[in-house]
């Protein structure tokens, strides 16, 4: 195997990413708008891939969990119960020489980490924001963007028991957009203003709640590694009780070992009845549980596993790219540039590269594209691509992170047979056109 000769460097992830066409600065032709970002076409795929495997996981394969989209604005009376009107703030301080805002949390220095000025006292900034609804702006109009999905699924906990008659534990998965207005962004799509969260509100009965949640730490990570994360660079972080949400009786957050270090992918709270509880009491409506058992209502206890699309995205990116040296046909070394992602997040399955332009070629390279990508034994987006040379446009492949190339050449016409050719290892082997939705789809799948 070739050997891996770089360390990870944000930049040139972020350069390849907007070159292939996965994440593209917002409103870039005005400027741009500070930390958010458009998913371009692979973007969109991988994404898409990454919310899939994720809800085929969580919903699809179990049989204690449903579905919910909420709508982002909701009530606002939401806030004021489950506290996040009072408590979603962070520490602001502001240097009086350079007047750039910092999350006093997030740095180590007591004076300004760019130019050394002095710091003002912390002060609490909100990161919800706001809106008006209707044609008023007016205190009685405002409206928030919401910064967290979970309270979509609290205040239909009714709803969803009386219309699913799902009995304890059972659980509610979202996805949707969240937003906050952070003090600091910054990594790439790592921390920004407007992201997409995947939660879960798993609801158990009262003292069961510390069993489920060590349960659902090792399902969660179990979904990275799964989704080919190298296991070595994921860890489990126990909160401080001083780093606690005001929600939370205990939380376990996923970190990733980044570039600048491990930070926060996921995190796995208990939330004990604190939110059922208190849109109880905002509301008057009653959130309980009957239980058949006990014959009593019971207020369920929440585990509450939640991350960010992004930042899953984010750290498959990462933990994908590599930089290797290999020799080409004509003795010279290159470096090689691959995202190495599992093939069931990739954003493109298979190219079909006919080896020439000629047009001897043309219809059977159609041909096979068209039957790879109508075949049902293949998931996914098919690329077709005959531009520049067959090196380049492997290399090409490599670095969007296409597990197979399919090349249809001169013989393929005489023996019906193509070349697939791997990623990774870059073996190549050839099959029969017959074999080859089979043959793709057992080593799309790993079989
Ligand atoms: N409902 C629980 C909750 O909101 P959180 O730890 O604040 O908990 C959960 O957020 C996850 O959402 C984080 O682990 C991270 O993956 C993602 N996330 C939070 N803020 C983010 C931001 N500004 N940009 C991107 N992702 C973010």
């Known amino acids: 195997m070739p050997e891996n000769t770089s360390a990870i460097d944000i930049e040139k992830l972020t350069s390849l990413c907007k070159r292939r066409g996965f994440v593209f600065q917002s409103s870039e032709i005005y400027g741009g708008l500070a930390s958010t970002w458009d998913y371009g076409p692979l973007g969109v795929e991988l994404k898409r891939n990454v919310k899939d495997s994720w809800w085929k996981t969580m919903v699809w394969e179990r049989d204690d969990m449903v579905g919910l989209d909420a709508a982002i604005l909701m009530h606002p009376d939401t806030w004021r119960a489950s506290g996040h009107l009072e408590n979603f703030t962070d520490p602001l301080v502001e240097c009086s020489d350079c007047n750039k805002r910092f999350r006093e949390d997030h740095i180590d220095s007591v004076t300004c980490p760019d130019c050394g000025g002095k710091l003002s006292d912390p002060r609490l900034f909100h990161l919800m924001f706001k809106t008006h609804m209707g044609p008023v702006e007016e205190e009685a109009a405002i409206v928030y963007f919401r910064p967290e999905t979970a309270q979509g699924i609290f205040v239909n906990f009714n709803n969803v028991v009386t219309s699913t008659r799902k009995k304890l534990p059972f659980g509610i998965a979202q996805i949707g957009k969240s937003f906050r207005n952070e003090i600091t962004t910054g990594n790439f799509i790592f921390r920004t203003r407007e992201f997409e969260m995947m939660e879960i509100e798993y609801f158990v009965m009262p003292g069961e709640d510390e069993k489920v949640h060590q349960k659902w730490m090792q399902d969660c990570m179990d979904w990275y590694t799964n989704i080919g994360v190298k296991p070595e660079n994921l860890r489990l972080r126990k909160h401080e009780d001083e780093e606690l949400s005001h929600y939370a009786k205990a939380t376990y957050d996923i970190e990733y070992n980044f570039p600048w270090g491990w930070g926060e992918i996921q995190g796995i709270a208990n939330r004990t009845d604190f939110d059922l509880k208190a849109h ?85 390279a159609k041909s096979v594209y068209d039957d790879i990508r109508k075949n049902r034994l293949i998931e996914g987006n098919v690329q077709f691509d005959d531009a520049q040379s067959i090196g380049r446009r492997y290399r090409r492949q490599d670095e969007i992170g296409t597990p197979l190339c399919v090349t249809v050449d001169f013989d393929s016409l005489d023996d019906g047979c193509v070349t697939i050719r791997e990623r990774d290892s870059m073996d190549q082997k050839r099959v029969s056109i017959t074999n080859l939705a089979q043959e793709i789809s057992s080593l799309l799948i790993g079989d």
Do not use: C, W
Not at 283 to 309: A, R
């Open 280 to 364: 109880m009491t905002m509301s008057g409506e009653k959130l309980t549980y009957f239980d058949e058992v006990s014959g009593q209502h019971v207020i369920p206890y929440v585990i509450e596993p939640s991350l960010g699309v992004d930042r899953a995205v984010m750290t498959l990116l990462v933990d994908a790219y590599t930089e290797e040296e290999t020799t080409t046909a004509s003795g010279k070394t290159e470096t090689r540039v691959l995202l190495k992602l599992d093939p069931s997040v990739a954003p493109v399955k298979v190219a079909v590269l006919p080896l020439s332009r000629n047009e001897r070629l043309a219809p059977l």
